[in-house]
């Protein structure tokens, strides 16, 4: 019968699943053994510090005993050590998963949080160690150092807000200590350090996350804005496309962007109007674009110099002195702009100023043009120092004879002594020094080689004498036809101050 027909059956089906159940019995303790086996070789390895083959044995052990709380932890302090934190992370998660009283699967996961920048994760596992083992020392620090960051994440923050760079990359720096393998700490500390103008060491930090992750939005961003700091704006404006590529809400990238293409438009337009020479509109487009990003330190400093350029067009010296000036307090190795306040400063005679600008350039570059232009403002500085005999005539460098006769007989008459006999004696005494000067200043400009040697800077002492010791009243006479000893008098030139004739109008 049926019934019959199951009874019968029953010792067989027991007998199979007895076997089953030793089978399985047999096989677990067989994988429990050679797991046990991949994890001390994994720990010897580890020992050795050769951490690839241990993290090759660990994986070994987990594939064998999948439940192993232990393998995982091991595994994930091996990634640590290979700086594979998000990776060590995740063993250690799974590893507290399955024994939630696993104490260094908690203390790993706080490790891996806090490398991770994640402060107050880790501070959540760090106290989870500590309700398994309260007197945990190495817990009890690293509680410590999570606080750290935290606070030190703060200092950063507020520090960004009022634009305290230096402060920002000192916190950083401590907060990197503990968080080492923080992004978002090294991104920040690249940000400022742009801002900064430390462009190599922001480069280098942004590069070095790129190279371990290539498709990090926030490092295309810093490079790009090192590229836009140092007005390579073509360049910067494609890295500020591919972080937006990366992630499309980066606002950041999005205004970095927009001013690059914006800045560099207006400098063009600034550059043609100067060139076709509407400075008026060049003036104005320069300005603007000095509006747009007061960050951008190097290219704002060329648009100063260009606007002190068109300054100088325009005759506002001054404007153009005061707009070089700001140029090289952006960036104090931009020639250019040194040598275009120098030249201001040489149109204003303030030679001074000028031959400091020059000794500048030349210290830097020592070139044939700049080492004559240096000698020239020198030059020029000794002529300032001695009396200007052009500025004592009243005549321009470049007057002819006949000018400078015209200048003098004007000027002599104007300050001789005669006219002035009845003043006081302080006047007497004033006007007869710059009638001494007049005097002087015709006997140079007068004679063609005294004349060149003076123009040329040369010390004509050896040449005249003792120019303090001459007689002007000679020099007069001669002038007006009175030499040679033959008794000269006023009447005779219609100039001289006699008793006779000095009521007459001859002096204004």
């Known amino acids: ?62 594939d064998m005993c999948p439940k192993n709380a232990s393998y995982y932890g091991n595994r994930a302090a091996t990634l640590m ?33 806090l490398s991770l920048g994640n402060a107050m994760a880790a501070s959540r596992c760090f106290h989870r160690v500590l309700e ?3 007197d945990n020392s190495q817990a009890q620090q690293e509680v410590k150092n999570a606080d750290s960051v935290l606070e030190y994440e703060k200092m950063a923050e507020i520090g960004f807000e009022k634009h305290d760079f230096r402060m920002v990359v000192f916190c950083m720096d401590r907060a990197l200590e503990s968080a080492s393998a923080c992004h978002r700490f090294k991104v920040l500390k690249a940000e400022c350090l742009a801002m900064l103008g430390r462009y190599p060491e922001a480069q280098s930090v942004a590069s070095d996350i790129l190279r371990m992750d290539a498709t990090n939005g926030d490092a295309l961003y810093v490079r790009g804005l090192c590229l836009y700091y140092e007005d390579c704006i073509d360049k910067a404006v494609q890295f500020f496309v591919q972080a937006l590529r990366m992630a499309p809400d980066h606002e950041k990238a999005r205004l970095a962007c927009r001013n690059a293409k914006a800045l560099k438009a207006k400098k063009e337009d600034g550059n043609k109007a100067f060139k076709d020479g509407n400075y008026d509109a060049a ?76 000794e500048k350039v030349y210290q830097t570059e020592k070139t044939k043009e700049h080492k004559h232009l240096l000698k020239n403002a020198q030059l020029e500085l000794k002529k300032s120092k001695r009396k200007d005999y052009y500025k004592v005539l009243g005549v321009d460098k470049d007057a002819t004879e006949d000018e400078i006769k015209k200048a003098y007989r004007k000027r002599a008459l104007m300050h001789h002594p005669d006219r002035h006999s009845s003043a006081s004696a302080e006047i007497q005494k004033e006007e007869e020094k710059k009638f001494k000067e007049v005097g002087e ?23 005249t004498g003792n120019m303090g010791d001459f007689d002007a009243n000679n020099i007069f006479k001669a002038f007006f036809g009175g030499g040679g000893g033959q008794g000269y008098s006023f009447e005779a030139n219609q100039c001289m101050y006699t008793n006779s004739c000095r009521k007459q109008q001859y002096f204004f």
Not at 27 to 33: E, P
Not at 39 to 59: C, L, P, R, W
């Open 283 to 358: 003036y104005e487009l320069y300005s603007e674009a000095l509006t747009i990003d007061p960050n951008n330190i190097k290219t704002n400093a060329k648009l100063f110099c260009n606007r002190g350029t068109v300054g100088s067009k325009l005759k506002k010296i001054d404007q153009a002195i005061e707009d070089c000036t700001k140029a090289v307090k952006l960036d104090e190795t931009y020639i250019k702009a040194y040598l275009r306040r120098a030249q201001c400063y040489m149109d204003k005679e303030e030679y001074d100023e000028a031959v400091r600008d020059y």
């Open 1 to 62: 019968t049926p019934l019959l027909g199951v009874s019968c059956l029953l010792p067989i089906i027991y007998t199979c699943c007895l076997f089953h159940f030793s089978f399985c019995l047999l096989f677990l303790c067989v994988s429990s053994r050679e797991a046990e086996s991949f994890k001390e070789q994994g720990n010897a390895y580890y020992i050795k510090k050769d951490y690839s083959e241990a993290f090759n044995y660990y994986t070994k052990a987990i």
């Open 132 to 134: 398994l083992e309260p």
């Open 81 to 113: 050590m290979l700086s594979r934190h998000r990776e060590a992370l995740e063993d250690s998660q799974q590893a507290v998963r399955l024994d939630d009283t696993f104490m260094k699967g908690h203390l790993r996961e706080g490790k891996c949080h």
């Open 441 to 463: 200043a015709f006997t140079v400009l007068s004679d063609p080689k005294k004349k060149s040697r003076y123009d040329s800077g040369h010390d004509l002492e050896d040449d």
